[in-house]
């Protein structure tokens, strides 16, 4: 299985990179390379060119930018993996990356790949949905940010030109004190989750539910927000009931069906995964409480 | 059309190369056929058996997804490069040894790939657990060894890099 | 004929090494990356080849237009049907094994020409100065296919004329065997309890981590025809060359390079290998074809589907009276090689039981997929599921502990040797040599606290967890004939040659035979080196397969390196003017006992025997420290084992994790116990895959929806628990060496171990598995089935 011929391109800048898309048509970018490879490999692509923007430093960091954490689309996960400021600021990300994957895709895959490939039961897209991330998009016509809700559009598909590069990633962190927890089920370690659960929690000094975010990722084309279980719980406390209400609500959800994997059966798992994680997630923001 | 030829510069276990390449050639067959340092397999091409696992500038990667001029001036290590130099050419790095000692290979086909990414490991971690031992080898498949003998030797070469360190 | 023969008198020669944990030989190699695998071996100026496969199941071949590719930049030929089929006898392949039941035209072709099978079936070859390239061109190659209907099940298969799987088959079952003995009638008469059970099991494919390749290379000077091939049977590869390519065998010379493991996928002639060896000859250039891994799961050999009917009668007390009943097996488009596999299961089900009576029908089915020869376990692993499961029918329905009741019918010690009363493909009627069941038993039951493990589920249960125990036998024959060969030589310089017509696949063979030979010859073990699978070296030899080089070779290198040492004995004798016993062999010579500075070294002897014109050798000794030995064996060894594993299942969702497992084995004698350990691992972690993981799926139109390590699941280091292997030896005494087999066994029983640990787990869900594998959608299914009722 080798890969078809392209022309290949490597340019040390954004401006470059970007008049290569720009210019051409039916290009792809090679970010970390863990998806698109086999892809390239398996000869289920043929792109006429390939830009390599692995050698642009620019697109590669993490940084904290007036309260939010700013990471740059071509950042390893590996080094989100070790970063001491995504463990403290993000905890969620800090938990979720260790499930994508193996130490050795870890190394060169990076979050932007990740986000602009949106496989539906990818980790990070999950991640940035659930801490609804702004996402920071180039082209030679300039930039814009798009939310992580308007930029996952369906199936593996966003909103993307094709002129343009995803260069960032912004997240504005939860309070000091927040509970959070990514829990999936996998068949192996490192696969793709076939369901994953993120919830981020803020309780108030009466364990009451301040601000909630439930995530599932793998049930649907795209991560999928429970809004309006999140709007049921605040003001409540956790108990039980009100969790196995939440629970339920899976049953209903328009979730992606093939032979393989049943819709009934991603509903269920994630009605097993959800009040797992929200228990994990409670247990964090307890802990914390005195912080508040 | 071959996709264009790049020339490119690596090193290799310490060893300088300037070659040229197709674009689109693989940098596990670069090593493997351009180079001749055939100790890195191939076995699946698709990312997922970690046969064919190298070291990029200090951290595992898999060869076959990665292009042979993404490699241009990086430093790569391959299991050739493993066992000291020493003078009758015998000794072998601790990882070999404790893999021999412990029966920790059968067809040897996906054994260097697993030592490369313990080598990460036991530089990153001085004493690992056995889950974080685990948990390296499953990023590698191999039908043979049902891994219990790799994970033994990954643990006594841990014991035995830590002894020679002190 | 038992193993105390081992030649010395004395006794105090060096240390016994076999027995013992010897190191490898093989790897020191391997570990510095310097083993050469088929595709490390390079030749100046090879071309390689791709092929074009089916995207059908089933079409015909209206036309196949390659005149596009064979202008693609690089190609220097491409081949299609009628371009190959110019280059040899046959188009067709010869059957693997000589059967006269089975019909004719049943083999594959090495190029398609008419009609397409199976959706990788090979149409086209491309030859090119890199795989690239010839990728490039297979895309370039128009085949114009006209679909026809496709049999993806063999069940439908059996039970529906039409569609055939093939045009030119007259029916889809190409074989039906019966196999009965004893008074059927009488066991499921009014007396007796009667149940019946209708399973399914599946067990995917062999997946070594280096796929297949073959490498070629013709000789102008000698016309002679170099191939070396990962292969497991290099003496019948050379033969299916010989024959197909209309040359003399003796001119045909096939090596085996190292192999990446064979599991059974290495273990047959393909259409690939012949059809790059006829491209050499052509072109008069050397050709090598590497198997990437797609094609493997498009087209290397599977194990895939069994459906069994079976009834089990039984008296109140559990014991069996009889078994019978009915199994439909997935053949696949063609018969490569023959139906050992589904033989192998309809005839080894009692397993280690006693039963008295047996009926069973098998049906050799025909699909549009892949062909199916034996995947390591061979037919066995399937056997052991049902068997066990209905064990563990009885046991619930006659509310009988389910290890007492497996106790009340295992064959005992004492009745060894045990007619089982079914013939073996051979043939020749089944007799387990030895084996102890019941304190195997014992043993794996004291292992995973079986006493204890009723209260663990309970206390699990009270807090929401879900823990189950499995519990299974297995038989495994072993050591399949009719021969093997083996030379040992020793060199003037003294090194010690091993060749042998067995095969290495990673199973340590060379340390194994090395530990043999050395006993005899007081040689260390790294002064011997160990060929095999070069078809120059030993003109006769039948390769790795059937757990059979322990006993086969390993019988033929201690037979050969006896003679040699009984040789060097008569001449150290002549030269020394000692008697006999007064001579030890350790460190490479011929020593006086106790004296050790009066001796001779080997290397002296075979120098003195190489010969010099005008002198005499030694009276009665024959030219050259060698012998060679073609140990021939017709009985079968039976390796036995009993597994336990404790598994927890997530019901919310259907997640199996394997907490604890036991491996309790019985292969005789041990040459290595680290190898011999190491075996059982690698059997117990793919038994696992076929229980929880691994499923070669198609869609509804023969499209395999499984073709990448993503998709088709091998089980990593995170999956498997630490496996507790225990050995219990009862030496066999059908073989000098009392070995048995042990490639396989670890395999066997892992499968019926697991699913009975599920369905122990789900107990208060009234779940019955009747199926392997399990994912955990039907775990949950089942789960939901069982709530209903």
């Known amino acids: ?292 | ?166 | 004929m038992m193993a105390d023969d081992q030649g010395a008198a004395d006794g105090k020669h060096s240390p016994r090494i076999v027995g013992t944990k010897a190191k490898r030989i093989e790897d020191r190699a391997l570990l510095r990356g310097r083993g050469k695998f088929l595709d490390d071996i390079h030749i100046d100026g090879v071309l390689h080849a791709a092929f074009l496969r089916s995207q059908h199941a089933h079409a015909r071949l209206r036309a196949v237009e390659v005149s596009a590719a064979r202008k693609a930049p690089g190609v220097v030929a491409v081949f299609d049907a009628q371009a190959m089929r110019a280059e040899l006898t046959d188009l067709r392949m010869p059957l693997g094994f000589p059967s006269s039941t089975l019909p004719a035209n049943i083999t594959p072709f090495v190029l398609s020409e008419r009609e397409v099978c199976f959706v990788g079936e090979a149409v086209a070859m491309v030859v090119a100065t890199d795989r690239y390239l010839a990728e490039d061109a297979v895309g370039l190659i128009q085949v114009d296919y006209d679909p026809l209907p496709a049999v993806t099940d063999c069940k439908s298969a059996f039970e529906n004329s039409e569609p055939r799987a093939r045009s030119d088959s007259p029916s889809n079952v190409i074989e039906r065997v019966e196999l009965a003995y004893g008074d059927i009638a009488a066991a499921f008469g009014p007396a007796n309890r009667q149940f019946k059970e209708s399973l399914f099991i599946h067990r995917g494919m062999a997946h070594p981590i280096e796929g297949r390749g073959v490498l070629a290379r013709f000789d102008d000077t000698s016309s002679e025809l170099t191939v070396w091939s990962s292969t497991q049977m290099s003496h019948e590869l050379r033969q299916v060359l010989a024959d197909l390519l209309g040359m003399e065998p003796d001119r045909v010379r096939v090596i085996a390079p190292d192999v990446g493991g064979g599991f059974g996928a290495k273990y047959l002639v393909y259409p690939e290998e012949i059809a790059v060896a006829a491209a050499t000859r052509h072109l008069r250039r050397p050709v090598k074809w590497v198997e990437d891994r797609m094609e493997h799961f498009l087209s290397a050999i599977q194990d895939r589907d069994q459906y069994w009917d079976v009834e089990i009668a039984a008296d109140n007390n559990g014991k069996i009276q009889g078994i019978r009943g009915r199994m439909i097996h997935d053949q696949g488009a063609y018969t490569p090689q023959g139906i050992n596999l589904p033989y192998n299961s309809v005839s080894s089900l009692t397993g280690p039981y006693i039963v008295p009576a047996y009926q069973m029908s098998l049906f050799v089915c025909q699909t549009n997929k892949p062909a199916v020869i034996p995947v390591r376990g061979a037919g066995y692993p399937q056997a052991a599921f049902v068997m066990e499961r209905l064990m563990d029918r009885i046991a619930r329905e006659l509310q009988i502990d389910r290890v007492e009741v497996r106790n009340r019918n295992l064959i005992p010690k004492e009745k060894m040797p045990y007619n089982k009363q079914l013939k073996s493909r051979a043939g020749v009627i089944a007799v387990i040599d030895s084996g102890d069941y019941a304190a195997c038993s014992r043993k794996a039951v004291d292992a995973i606290d079986y006493a204890g493990f009723p209260s663990r589920q309970d206390q699990a249960r009270a807090t929401g967890r879900y823990l189950g125990l499995g519990f299974a036998h297995a038989v495994k024959p072993t050591g399949r004939g009719p021969f093997e060969s083996a030379v040992v030589r020793v060199t003037p310089a003294g090194r010690v040659v091993i060749y042998t017509g067995a095969m290495a696949m990673g199973q340590g063979l060379a340390t194994a035979l090395a530990q043999l030979c050395a006993d005899q010859l007081g040689v260390p073990l790294e002064s011997i080196d160990v060929s095999a699978g070069d078809t120059s070296r030993v003109s006769l030899g039948l390769g790795g397969f059937a757990s059979r080089q322990a006993i086969l070779a390993g019988s033929a290198v201690h037979l050969a390196s006896l003679e040699v040492r009984q040789k060097a004995i008569k001449v150290a004798q002549h030269v020394l003017e000692v008697a006999e016993q007064d001579l030890v062999l350790q460190n490479g010579r011929v020593e006086v006992l106790g004296v050790p500075s009066h001796g001779i070294s080997l290397a002296s002897i075979a120098r003195k025997l190489k010969g010099s014109p005008g002198y005499a050798l030694p009276p009665g000794v024959k030219p050259g420290l060698e012998a060679t030995s073609l140990f021939q064996f017709d009985a079968q060894a039976f390796a036995n084992a009993t597994h336990a594993c404790e598994v927890e299942v997530d019901i919310g969702t259907g997640d199996v994790r394997i907490l604890r497992y036991i491996g309790v084995h019985d292969s005789g004698r041990l040459i290595n116990p680290m190898i011999a350990e190491g075996q059982i691992h690698g059997g117990i972690v793919h038994g696992i895959g076929n229980s929880l993981y691994e499923k070669m799926r198609f869609d509804e139109i023969g499209q395999p929806i499984t073709t990448t390590f993503a998709d088709y699941l091998l089980p990593t280091a995170t999956e498997i628990p630490n496996l507790e292997v225990l050995f219990h030896e009862s030496p066999s005494p059908t073989n000098p060496l009392g070995v048995k087999g042990i490639g396989e066994t670890g395999t066997i029983p892992v499968i019926a171990c697991v699913i009975s640990a599920v369905e122990n787990a789900l107990g208060p869900f009234n779940v019955r598995i009747r199926e392997a594998p399990l994912s955990p959608i039907r775990i949950l299914e089942m789960i939901d089935e069982g709530r209903a009722q």
């Open chain 2, 1 to 166: 059309m071959n996709g264009g030829e790049k020339m490119i510069s690596v090193t290799v276990n310490g060893q300088a190369f300037t070659r040229p390449v197709s674009s689109r050639r693989l940098l596990a067959d670069f090593l493997r056929h351009d180079l001749a340092l055939t100790g890195t397999h191939l076995g699946c091409e698709h990312g997922v058996c970690g046969a064919c696992t190298v070291l990029v500038d200090g951290v595992s990667a898999r060869s076959c997804l990665m292009l042979a001029v993404q490699a241009n001036g990086c430093k790569i290590n391959t299991v050739e490069g493993l066992a000291p130099d020493s003078g009758d050419g015998e000794a072998m790095h601790p990882l070999q040894e404790a893999f021999w000692s412990r029966h920790g290979l059968q067809c040897g086909f996906c054994t260097a790939g697993i030592l490369m990414s313990l080598v990460e490991l036991l530089r990153d971690v001085e004493a690992p657990t056995e889950e974080q031992v685990r948990l390296v080898l499953s990023g590698h498949l191999c039908r043979c060894t049902g891994y219990q003998n790799i994970v033994a030797a990954a643990l006594e070469a841990a014991r035995s890099m830590s002894a020679q360190a002190r």
């Open chain 1, 1 to 292: 299985m080798k890969p078809p011929p392209f022309h290949y391109h490597a340019p040390h800048t954004l401006q470059d990179a970007l008049a290569i898309v720009g210019e051409h048509d039916n290009t792809r970018l090679l970010a970390g390379g863990q998806s698109l490879m086999p892809m390239l490999n398996m000869r289920l692509l043929s792109p006429d060119h390939l830009v390599d923007i692995n050698r642009i430093p620019e697109l590669a960091g993490i940084r904290e930018d007036r309260g939010g954490i700013v990471i740059g689309a071509m950042t390893r996960q590996r080094d989100i993996e070790f970063s001491p400021l995504i463990r403290e600021r993000l905890p969620l990300l800090a938990e979720a990356i260790t499930l994508v994957g193996h130490r050795q895709t870890r190394n060169r895959g990076t979050i932007g790949g990740s986000i602009c490939h949106l496989d539906p039961s990818a980790e990070q897209p999950a991640v940035a949905m659930a801490m609804d991330a702004t996402l920071t998009v180039a082209s030679q016509r300039g930039v814009r940010e798009i939310a992580m809700r308007d930029f996952a559009l369906g199936l593996m598909t966003t909103a993307l030109d094709d002129n343009e590069i995803l260069t960032s990633i912004r997240i504005e962190p939860w309070r000091s004190g927040h509970g959070w927890a990514f829990i999936e089920y996998a068949r192996r370690h490192g696969d793709f989750a076939i369901v994953s659960v993120a919830v981020l929690l803020e309780l108030d000094a009466a364990a009451k539910v301040v601000r909630v975010a439930l995530t599932l990722g793998g049930v649907c084309p795209v991560p999928l927000r429970l809004r309006e279980a999140e709007k049921q719980l605040l003001g409540s406390a956790l108990t039980s009931a009100n969790v196995a209400k939440v629970a339920e609500q899976c049953a209903g959800i328009d979730a992606l069906d093939d032979p393989q994997v049943p819709r009934w059966y991603r509903r269920r798992v994630a009605a097993t995964l959800l009040p797992r994680a929200i228990a994990i997630a409670a247990e964090r923001a307890r802990a914390r409480d005195g912080d508040s």
